[in-house]
């Protein structure tokens, strides 16, 4: 990961939210290696994604299934569509291994969800995992841990 | 004068053969009574045993909207409680899950209840002398609630004190219970992988009428499960097919699909969609499985228990329970538009492991408040929620498939796409609405010398 300077690695977490705040789909999708995850755990601290509940934990098939729902023309939770809006604190590298083309950062967030006259706010903290792929930085996890993880919530229909 | 209290007649009048009133969805007072009578004359689902194993483990919920603490007690049976002191009304267990040992300890003024609820001590209980408290209500500790049944570690409540008896109100629709308790290789059940809370602001109903409509999957979940078909399908030739696309893929299969695999009518509002087939009968071999469950009861005895598809059973009033998939839906109202799904999952003791992550997979790809599925199902019954305000419309039409002699049938199997089960239940609603409802309200709580 010497190609990558510090500056580089943060700013690729705030290019990811401002992919998703723009609604550009598909091109956020291309930020995920093909064996990626995107997990919300369900509980503080879980370790388990597969035999403890998950708010998501969805591989890159799933992910464009929900990417390519968002713009269907019969998707009626999304007509009208929500819209977005990502606060973040500025990422800290937790762990870098130059030599894999690893590291891992981390991020406090404030993320804004509307849809018609009801807007929802959620905080948490993002985890990135990123490995080097052809010389570009991918995400191969990106865990998102809500303060409020095991509260109930309406619909949550895009992406934190 | 209102016009649902005290009324028995102007609430039968709200169902009718083949139609419901749409006040039972948004009006405010009926779902009142709904909580007064309904919920107090039914058998409903408090917890399983399992989250309790230990003397003095509890756990918090509601039944209707009254609070209630489940607890196991030093006898080792599971007791159901309001939680609330009989001092001042503070909630006595404030966690959700949690031990509280040989007795509850209000937090306010550290009156102490065994955990069957009776009053243990109350510090300077002199002050009491000659008070008349033994007279008091106080006295006599935290309420348990009217009756508990606990069949196979389901654990029901009715909160009134007389009423119909369990067995009776259940009769052959506990069948889906055995079957997926018989489905752990040791007869076994653990809540397992914690519960999914989906807040949706429709009314309870909508959740408990949607179990059973098979007409919906197709339409309304052409956007997520139809959209996994289709995404999947761009797969290279050869890729084995995910978990998650098996569990997604059958909610888009045709209307001849959910016509044959039938719906079963029980008494009292209970049934059953997914007779003959269901879109859980398909899934792939978990390795091992088979084999144990032969192991224990038998090849012909393992195969008729998993033969046993059911897909939703609703227990009237307010769960629903998949078999085949270990989940248990619990629909609790807060009010006439607002309700809080909660969605259970179930380790089938001595299984493979694989079994509960397919659970929980399929638990968090449908009921989530992330879940597309979830989506789609919460965008419907919020928009009826809006639309049924409307004055030009004033009935919700429940009658596919309705024949007169279909009256007083019970136990019988049917065309899966007819709505006799809604009616089922709506005739239920009706029965355990009016049950205690007297024609001239009378508040003998409130009459002196009536308290017992």
Redesign the interface.
Known sequence: MTAFTDKQLVDFVYAEARLLDEQRFDDWLNLFTEDAHYW?P??PDQQDP????????E?K??L???V??LA?A????QQPRSRSHHLLQQPSIERADRDAGTCTLRTAFHYLETRLDTQTLYAGWATHELVTENGALRIRLKRVDLVNC????????LFM | MSKYEGRPDAVTALVRDTEVHKDLYIDQELFELEMEHLFANTWVYVGHASQVPNKGDYYTTTVGTEPVVMVRHSDDSVKVLYNRCPHKGTKVAGEVCGNTGKFFRCPYHAWTFKTDGSLLSVPLKKGYDNTGFESCEASRGMAPVGAVHTYRDFVFCRLNAEGVGFDEFFGPSLSTLDNMVERSPEGKLQVAGGVLRYMHHCNWKMLVDNQTDTCHPMVAHESSAGTAVRVWKEAPEGTPKPMAVELFAPFVNSYEFFEGMGIRVWDNGHGHTGVADSIHAAYSPVPGYLEQMVAAYGEERAKQILGEVRHNTVYFPNIMVKGPIQTLRRFLPIAADKTLVESWTFRLVGAPDLLLERTLMYNRLVNAPTSVVGHDDLEVYERAQEGLRARGRDWINVGRLYDPAERGQVNVATNGTNEWQMRNQFRAWTRYMTASMSPNPVRPELVEGSAS
């Open positions: 919300m369900l509980a597969r035999l403890h509940a998950s708010l998501l934990y591989d098939l799933l464009r299934v929900r390519e729902r269907g019969r998707t009626y939770s095991d509260a109930a919530f309406g619909s949550i229909n």
